[in-house]
T-cell receptor, first 116, second 111 residues
Framework: DTEVTQTPKHLVMGMTNKKSLKCEQH?????MYWYKQKAKKPPELMFV???????INESVPSRFSPECPNSSLLNLHLHALQPEDSALYLC???????????????FGDGTRLSIL | KQEVTQIPAALSVPEGENLVLNCSFT??????LQWFRQDPGKGLTSLLL?????REQTSGRLNASLDKSSGRSTLYIAASQPGDSATYLC??????????FGKGNQVVVIP
C-alpha cells in the first residue's frame, strides 16, 4: 500500500470542465510534488511545494493550478485542458533535506486523466 | 542539463537469472541516485536510494551501486522471479529537490 494517496484514480473530462486532483500524505513530509507522465515516458516535474510554498514551477501552462492548503494536502486544479494533457498525474512527497535535499521521494499511484 | 541514460530500453531474462540494470548520468555533483520500480498503470515504488557519499545500498535481493567518477549506477537483482517484471527507472536528485529520470528499463522475467 502506498503512503501517498491520490484521488480520483481515473478522471475523464471535457475541455471546458473544471476538476481537481487531490493528493494526501501523513508521513510528515514538507515537500510535495506534481509530475506528469505520458505513456512509455519518464515522469516530468511540474510543481514543487516546500513548506506549503510553491518553490518550483516548471513553466507549466496556467490551465494547471496547484494548491497546497496544508502540509498534508496537495491539489491540482484543472481548467480548459487540451487533449494532449491526457496523461498519468503523479504526486510525490519527501522530507526537505539540508543543502538542497537528500531525501527519497515517495510516489502515489497517480490519477489517469483523459481529456475528451 | 542533467542527462540520465538507461540502456537497453527493454530486456527479457529467464526466471532464476540475475538481472543487471545500468544507469549513466552526466552530473558528478549529484546529491543522490534513486531507483524506482513502476508496474503498468501504477505509480513509482522507491526501491533504493544511494547518497552521494555512499558506494552501494542493499535491500533483500536488490543491490545498487554508485560510481560518481564514471557516472554510473547499477541495480542488481539476484535470482529473478516473474514478479520482478516491471519497468525500472533510475533518477538523479539535483538542485532544489529535482529528479532527473532515465527512460527506464522494461524487464520481463520469463517463467
Amino acid at each position: 500500500d502506498t503512503e501517498v494517496t491520490q484521488t480520483p484514480k481515473h478522471l475523464v473530462m471535457g475541455m471546458t470542465n473544471k476538476k481537481s486532483l487531490k493528493c494526501e500524505q501523513h508521513m510528515g513530509h514538507r515537500a510535495m510534488y506534481w509530475y506528469k507522465q505520458k505513456a512509455k515516458k519518464p515522469p516530468e516535474l511540474m510543481f514543487v511545494y516546500s513548506y506549503e510554498k510553491l518553490s518550483i514551477n516548471e513553466s507549466v501552462p496556467s490551465r494547471f493550478s496547484p494548491e497546497c492548503p496544508n502540509s498534508s494536502l496537495l491539489n491540482l486544479h484543472l481548467h480548459a485542458l487540451q487533449p494532449e494533457d491526457s496523461a498519468l498525474y503523479l504526486c510525490a512527497s519527501s522530507q526537505v533535506g539540508v543543502g538542497g535535499g537528500n531525501q527519497p521521494q515517495h510516489f502515489g499511484d497517480g490519477t489517469r486523466l483523459s481529456i475528451l | 542539463k542533467q542527462e540520465v541514460t538507461q540502456i537497453p530500453a527493454a530486456l527479457s531474462v529467464p526466471e532464476g537469472e540475475n538481472l543487471v540494470l545500468n544507469c549513466s548520468f552526466t552530473d558528478s555533483a549529484i546529491y543522490n541516485l534513486q531507483w524506482f520500480r513502476q508496474d503498468p498503470g501504477k505509480g513509482l515504488t522507491s526501491l533504493l536510494l544511494i547518497q552521494s557519499s555512499q558506494r552501494e545500498q542493499t535491500s533483500g535481493r536488490l543491490n545498487a551501486s554508485l560510481d560518481k567518477s564514471s557516472g554510473r549506477s547499477t541495480l542488481y537483482i539476484a535470482a529473478s522471479q516473474p514478479g520482478d517484471s516491471a519497468t525500472y527507472l533510475c533518477a538523479e536528485l539535483y538542485g532544489n529537490n529535482r529528479l532527473a529520470f532515465g527512460k527506464g528499463n522494461q524487464v520481463v522475467v520469463i517463467p
